[in-house]
């Protein structure tokens, strides 16, 4: 009996308590067309969500919808980290000397097959940030006279990575800002005018879902497009993996930086840097690895001791997304999203920041009431939301067009819940 079947069958208490790590690693993932239905079908379907809801333990606080910061673990994950925790705490550095190694490589194995990377592309850090700091920190191939181009909704500490790495090259930067609104075509045209446009530009930071508004851009094309420019492209996907169903060659590019404590749901601590096998040479080694000749992937990140246990569990949090369904999870999340987005969009008090199109958006969607485009006028929205309603979220700045409040479903809310935003917004708008 198929996972799913088998907790809906159960009722969320009793699959509360046989969802085991065994369970995970040995049931089989229900077919994403069963009962001839699409994931779209499934994604509504509030009897095949609740017992994978009631894989959560949330704080009944609050209505969460901030779940852009880092992903709640589910409890067969959370079980699995307290047991690798006390596991490496018990055995200390006999376990980390002797038998980490050989316990981490199957797993960092899986990830890479999972993703479509050679198990040479692919390095553990800790975070996306650190991924992306040790490409753009690490590139190579800038000369006195290059540009780099980043845009207003890429991540913050990566603008000033790209920054810092084009004052230490003697390289300018050119900083674009993306339309609103905006369509698929409308955003390759975007990077393609400013490309023509600054002929010098050799180094292109491209955010696959901006942490800002949401916003996906056409991370494929955009890459295929600037390679006939002589540009390449670093991508970061801290917020897509996980959050939508891709492998590797989906996004065509040469550098990347994952998370995967956010929409993978591992724990807090966990991400990858992937180079492509045959540009390992245009990323330089970490200032504290000195290999002899190019050396490996391994040596373009130095991060010293990290938590053994998180990366342990990268194996629970991966079996839990694939039970799920990584299809089905993207669709679940772009549903809740639509539930409230889509349902405000025709009101001509609010701004909508991502389009309808489903290729241009995911789960995270960012709002503007029309005209209050402050930091602090969006934090005092921010503030009512919890306040009068009990709906967390957070303001995003930045935005060339001004601030803005992001809301970020996840697999562990509901159709009530998007619903409930709908009214606190309508109550606000009249408010403001």
């Known amino acids: 009996?198929?996972?799913?079947?088998?907790?809906?069958?159960?009722?969320?208490?009793?699959?509360?308590?046989?969802?085991?790590?065994?369970?995970?690693?040995?049931?089989?993932?229900?077919?994403?067309?069963?009962?001839?239905?699409?994931?779209?079908?499934?994604?509504?379907?509030?009897?095949?969500?609740?017992?994978i809801v009631a894989q959560y333990d949330?704080?009944?606080?609050?209505?969460?919808?901030?779940n852009g910061y880092w992903g709640l673990m589910a409890k067969p994950v959370l079980e699995a980290f307290v047991r690798n925790t006390e596991?490496?705490?018990?055995?200390?550095?006999?376990?980390?000397?002797?038998?980490?190694?050989?316990?981490?490589?199957?797993?960092?194995?899986?990830?890479?097959?999972?993703?479509?990377?050679?198990?040479?592309?692919?390095?553990?850090t800790r975070n996306a940030t650190e991924s992306l700091q040790g490409l753009v920190g690490g590139y190579n191939r800038l000369k006195p006279g290059d540009a780099v181009?980043?845009?207003?909704?890429d991540y913050d500490s990566i603008q000033t990575a790209m920054d810092t790495k084009a004052e230490g090259e003697g390289a300018s930067v050119v900083r674009i800002a993306i339309p609103e609104p905006v369509t698929f075509d409308g955003l390759i045209d975007t990077y393609r005018q400013a490309l023509e446009a600054n002929p010098n530009v050799r180094l292109l930071l491209l955010t696959h879902i901006s942490h800002r508004t949401g916003l996906m851009i056409p991370v494929r094309e955009i890459v295929k497009m600037a390679r006939g420019f002589n540009v390449d492209c670093i991508v970061d996907a801290a917020h897509s993996w996980g959050q939508i169903d891709f492998r590797m060659e989906d996004l065509g590019a040469d550098f990347i930086g994952f998370?995967?404590?956010?929409?993978?749901?591992?724990?807090i601590g966990a991400g990858l840097m992937y180079i492509r096998r045959d540009r390992l040479t245009d990323i330089s080694p970490d200032i504290s690895e000195r290999p002899e000749g190019v050396g490996t992937i391994y040596h373009r990140i130095h991060t010293g001791t990290t938590n053994f246990a998180t990366f342990l569990t990268l194996k629970d949090a991966l079996d839990f997304h694939e039970l799920v369904g990584p299809a089905r999870k993207a669709a679940r999340v772009a549903y809740l999203r639509d539930l409230w987005a889509e349902e405000?969009?025709?009101?001509?008090?609010?701004?909508?920041?991502?389009?309808?199109?489903?290729?241009?958006?995911?789960a995270i969607t960012s709002f503007r009431f029309r005209d209050v485009t402050s930091v602090e006028d969006n934090k005092a929205i921010v503030k009512a939301l919890v306040d009068k309603h009990r709906i967390f979220t957070?303001?995003?700045d930045g935005v060339a067009n001004g601030a803005c409040v992001r809301v970020t479903p996840t697999l562990y809310n509901t159709p009530d819940q998007a619903f409930q935003l709908v009214r606190a917004l309508h109550s606000l708008l009249a408010e403001f």
């Not at 969320?12 to 994403?32: I, L």
């Not at 980390?96 to 981490?104: G, K, N, P, T, V």
């Not at 181009?149 to 909704?153: A, H, K, P």
């Not at 405000?344 to 995911?362: G, K, N, Q, V």
């Open 1 to 51: 009996m198929d996972f799913t079947r088998r907790l809906v069958m159960k009722g969320a208490a009793v699959a509360a308590a046989s969802f085991t790590t065994e369970t995970a690693c040995t049931a089989a993932p229900v077919p994403a067309s069963a009962g001839e239905r699409t994931v779209q079908d499934i994604a509504s379907d509030e009897a095949f969500w609740r017992p």
């Open 58 to 66: 949330v704080t009944p606080d609050v209505v969460n919808f901030e």
């Open 87 to 124: 596991k490496v705490n018990r055995h200390n550095s006999w376990y980390a000397r002797r038998d980490y190694y050989s316990d981490i490589q199957p797993i960092h194995a899986r990830i890479a097959d999972f993703l479509g990377a050679g198990q040479d592309e692919i390095v553990f």
């Open 149 to 153: 181009m980043y845009s207003d909704l």
């Open 259 to 267: 998370n995967l404590h956010k929409w993978i749901g591992a724990p």
């Open 344 to 362: 405000m969009r025709d009101d001509d008090r609010i701004e909508i920041l991502t389009p309808p199109d489903r290729r241009l958006h995911a």
């Open 394 to 396: 957070v303001h995003r």
